[in-house]
């Protein structure tokens, strides 16, 4: 196994940010007429009073459909990530927001759930929430967000910017392959940690029947791929109110020390300022993300106000995981974190 982990990952995916930071081969732009056909489109789903979820056959898009079938392929095979920007935010409700988001989305694959009160599409805003609340996750505060990938094993991570903050909240990306590259060279034997299991808090979302922690390895081969399961520390830490046996050990807790250090080296890390209308599109094996903190405006209005969705790629053309991690993709296929009547 030890071989497998010396093997440094070529390819478009193995990027560093400052190298395409200014280049526009991750941005699609939207033209008049992919505008046209989303005002279409839209009004077709309030025209039958449509509302979340609703198929993709509802959402017709004739020809801005195959600038959205190449996303997938510009995740596993190029960068990891894409933009598509230039929809004129300006012109549309947040509610409108809301059904367009979901219209292309469905184009994508499947959203699936995301949290226990079975949000398809999320919201991510400081919902006032203190982080010291084990149910609390941190896309619900203000605060900034280390490197990580997004709990479930999903496909595609989505973004959708509805509103900027007052200041600051920059997205930032950094290839997961990159950094494994890195690891590889400065701290080997650190590398062989991360891809070993290490013990996470459920944070109050595991399924039904399910223990409320899980083990997960941060990074996996399979197929010859690479897949990250970074996680915000958070996860690593609250874990040990189930036992203390399940915290992290002195060595789990360097490794991912040092992992958060070289993700957040400046020179692999992509910043990415959104601009409202923007859709991000992420591998979410391959790609970690992160946010910085931001100031919110007074206006609820006016407050910094994301659009999430995990979206699940069709059987031929997601990736194969792990043995390790495909007992969790499981909850993908079944529709993603089941609902509590509750939440």
Same mark, same amino acid.
């Given at each position: 196994?030890?071989?497998?982990?010396?093997?440094?990952?070529?390819?478009?995916?193995?990027?560093?940010?400052?190298?395409?930071?200014?280049?526009?081969?991750?941005?699609?732009?939207?033209?008049?007429?992919?505008?046209?056909?989303?005002?279409?489109?839209?009004?077709?789903?309030?025209?039958?009073?449509?509302?979340?979820?609703?198929?993709?056959?509802?959402?017709?898009?004739?020809?801005?459909?195959?600038?959205?079938?190449?996303?997938?392929?510009?995740?596993?095979?190029?960068?990891?990530?894409?933009?598509?920007?230039?929809?004129?935010?300006?012109?549309?409700?947040?509610?409108?927001?809301?059904?367009?988001?979901?219209?292309?989305?469905?184009?994508?694959?499947?959203?699936?759930?995301?949290?226990?009160?079975?949000?398809?599409?999320?919201?991510?805003?400081?919902?006032?929430?203190?982080?010291?609340?084990?149910?609390?996750?941190?896309?619900?505060?203000?605060?900034?967000?280390?490197?990580?990938?997004?709990?479930?094993?999903?496909?595609?991570?989505?973004?959708?910017?509805?509103?900027?903050?007052?200041?600051?909240?920059?997205?930032?990306?950094?290839?997961?392959?990159?950094?494994?590259?890195?690891?590889?060279?400065? $701290?080997?034997? %650190?590398?062989?940690? +991360?891809?070993?299991?290490?013990?996470?808090?459920?944070? =109050?979302?595991? !399924?039904?029947? @399910?223990?409320?922690?899980?083990?997960?390895?941060?990074?996996?081969?399979?197929?010859?791929?690479?897949?990250?399961?970074?996680?915000?520390?958070?996860?690593?830490?609250?874990?040990?109110?189930?036992?203390?046996?399940?915290?992290?050990?002195?060595?789990?807790?360097?490794?991912?020390?040092?992992?958060?250090?070289?993700?957040?080296?400046?020179?692999?890390?992509?910043?990415?300022?959104?601009?409202?209308?923007?859709?991000?599109?992420?591998?979410?094996?391959?790609?970690?993300?992160?946010?910085?903190?931001?100031?919110?405006?007074?206006?609820?209005?006016?407050?910094?106000?994301?659009?999430?969705?995990?979206?699940?790629?069709?059987?031929?053309? $997601?990736?194969? %995981?792990?043995?390790? +991690?495909?007992?969790?993709?499981?909850?993908?296929?079944? =529709?993603?974190? !089941?609902?509590? @009547?509750?939440?």
């Amino acid at each position: 196994m030890a071989m497998v982990f010396s093997k440094k990952i070529d390819g478009p995916g193995a990027w560093r940010g400052p190298e395409i930071q200014d280049c526009d081969d991750w941005i699609i732009l939207l033209d008049q007429e992919d505008i046209d056909e989303i005002n279409v489109a839209l009004a077709n789903v309030k025209e039958k009073n449509l509302s979340i979820p609703f198929a993709v056959d509802e959402f017709l898009l004739p020809s801005f459909s195959s600038k959205i079938d190449e996303v997938p392929n510009r995740l596993e095979e190029g960068l990891g990530f894409a933009l598509v920007r230039g929809l004129p935010r300006q012109d549309y409700t947040k509610e409108e927001c809301e059904l367009i988001y979901w219209g292309v989305g469905v184009h994508l694959g499947n959203p699936v759930s995301q949290n226990t009160r079975g949000h398809v599409i999320g919201h991510v805003r400081d919902e006032g929430r203190s982080i010291s609340d084990p149910t609390t996750r941190m896309y619900q505060t203000s605060l900034k967000l280390d490197f990580h990938s997004d709990q479930l094993p999903v496909d595609v991570l989505g973004l959708f910017c509805v509103r900027v903050a007052k200041k600051g909240g920059a997205s930032f990306l950094v290839s997961a392959l990159t950094v494994h590259n890195v690891l590889l060279e400065e $701290r080997p034997d %650190l590398v062989e940690v +991360l891809h070993q299991p290490f013990n996470l808090d459920w944070r =109050g979302e595991e !399924p039904p029947g @399910e223990k409320p922690w899980y083990a997960s390895p941060m990074f996996s081969y399979h197929d010859g791929k690479l897949t990250s399961r970074v996680t915000s520390r958070t996860f690593f830490e609250s874990v040990t109110r189930f036992d203390e046996g399940l915290g992290l050990t002195d060595i789990q807790r360097e490794a991912l020390d040092a992992l958060q250090e070289v993700a957040e080296r400046s020179e692999l890390r992509l910043e990415m300022d959104f601009r409202e209308g923007d859709m991000q599109f992420v591998n979410n094996h391959t790609i970690l993300h992160a946010r910085a903190e931001y100031e919110d405006h007074e206006n609820q209005d006016l407050k910094r106000h994301l659009l999430r969705m995990w979206v699940s790629l069709p059987e031929d053309r $997601r990736r194969r %995981l792990s043995p390790m +991690l495909e007992d969790r993709y499981r909850y993908v296929e079944m =529709g993603g974190i !089941p609902k509590r @009547e509750a939440a």
